[in-house]
């Protein structure tokens, strides 16, 4: 696998970013009292990273073999892949099977993925973290 380019953004002054996620072992565990603002951002900046990846290696979508996005949400990846007009067959997700597995969730679906993947296939990951981060990377199958 080839790692064609990528680019991060940091969105720690956007929305409710500072409370979103919060991680208190001993008073609760893991929250995350704004879901629906991280929800939102999430599906706005997948998708505009994902753009800006493609446009900038003059990868039209149709030509775009598999897409896995971060697998926190079902509904941001189905709403991302929609606005993005991905094909269902090129989505790779294991959301259904593993749940949010967070920042491990792009690779563990590319490596289950990974027998799949041809030859000169282009493969976009796009992430959305719960710190309002957000990135995507485009790969080649070498």
Request: glycine content about 8%.
């Amino acid at each position: 696998m080839e790692v064609l380019d990528m680019n991060t953004t940091g969105l720690g002054h956007i929305g409710k970013s500072i409370d979103a996620v919060c991680l208190k072992p001993n008073n609760g565990g893991l929250r995350m009292p704004f879901g629906r603002d991280v929800f939102q951002f999430a599906c706005i900046y997948m998708i505009q990273e994902t753009k800006k990846i493609l446009n900038r290696n003059n990868l039209p979508v149709n030509r775009l073999n598999y897409f896995i996005p971060h697998q926190a949400n079902s509904r941001i990846s189905d709403y991302v892949a929609k606005k993005l007009n991905i094909e269902s067959s090129c989505l790779l997700t294991n959301i259904e099977q593993h749940g949010n597995t967070g920042s491990a969730s792009t690779p563990i679906v590319l490596s289950q993925n990974w027998k799949k993947f041809k030859k000169n296939d282009s493969i976009v990951i796009s992430v959305f973290g719960g710190g309002y981060s957000s990135g995507a990377v485009l790969l080649k199958k070498l």
